[in-house]
C-alpha cells in the first residue's frame, strides 16, 4: 500500500513541477521571445490571383502541346472541302480548336462551336462540362482541346476535351 501513495506522490510531484515552470514565462504572441532576433521580419502572407471568369480553372491545367492548332471554322471548312484529305490530316491527332460558342449538350456533357455552314464541332468534356458552363455562354469564345475521333452527321467530334483557358 505504502509503494502505491509513493507513486502516486511522485507523479503529483512531477506534474506540479511542469506546471511551475511553464507559469513562470510571461510572453506575449506579439512579441518575439527574447532569443530571436527583434528585426526578424515576419514572412508574407501569399495574396491568391483573382480569377476572371469563376467558373476558369484557378490555375492553367498542364495540357501537353496538340498536333494542330485552328479554329473551328478552319477545321470544319477543311472536311467540306476535301473530307478524305482533312480526315487523313485531323483523324486521331490532338486538335486544339478555337471558336464560338452556340450550344451544350448537358446529357453528353459536349460544348458545340459554330464551323461552317455544313459542319459543327463537338468537344466532349466530360469533368470539365461544368466549369464551362458556369463561365461561359452561347455567343462566347472558347479554346478547346481534344482527339478527333470521328466525323459523321456533319459533326467533328472531340474526345477527351479540356478547355485551355487563355
Known amino acids: 500500500m505504502q509503494s502505491i501513495s ?3 506522490l511522485a507523479l503529483a510531484m ?3 513541477l511542469s506546471l511551475a515552470v511553464g507559469c513562470g ?4 504572441s506579439t512579441e518575439p521571445p527574447k ?3 527583434v528585426n526578424a521580419s515576419p514572412t508574407p502572407t501569399p495574396t491568391p490571383n483573382p480569377t476572371p471568369n469563376p467558373g476558369q480553372p484557378k490555375e492553367k491545367p498542364n495540357i501537353p502541346k496538340p498536333d494542330f492548332t485552328t479554329s ?3 477545321v470544319t471548312k477543311a472536311y467540306a472541302d476535301d473530307f478524305a484529305a482533312a480526315d487523313k490530316k485531323y483523324d486521331k491527332k490532338v486538335v486544339r480548336v478555337k471558336g464560338k460558342i452556340i450550344g451544350f449538350d448537358r446529357g453528353e456533357l459536349e460544348v458545340h462551336l459554330q464551323g461552317t455552314s455544313a459542319y459543327r464541332v463537338e468537344g466532349r468534356m466530360g469533368l470539365g462540362f461544368d466549369s464551362i458552363v458556369k463561365a461561359k455562354k452561347v455567343g462566347d469564345e472558347i479554346t478547346i482541346q481534344g482527339q478527333v475521333d470521328t466525323v459523321r ?3 467533328l467530334v472531340l474526345i477527351l476535351a479540356v ?3 487563355e
Open 6 to 8: 509513493t507513486g502516486g
Open 14 to 16: 512531477v506534474v506540479a
Open 25 to 28: 514565462k510571461k510572453t506575449s
Open 35 to 37: 532569443s530571436e532576433s
Open 72 to 74: 473551328a471554322v478552319e
Open 153 to 155: 452527321d456533319n459533326r
Open 163 to 165: 478547355w485551355v483557358p
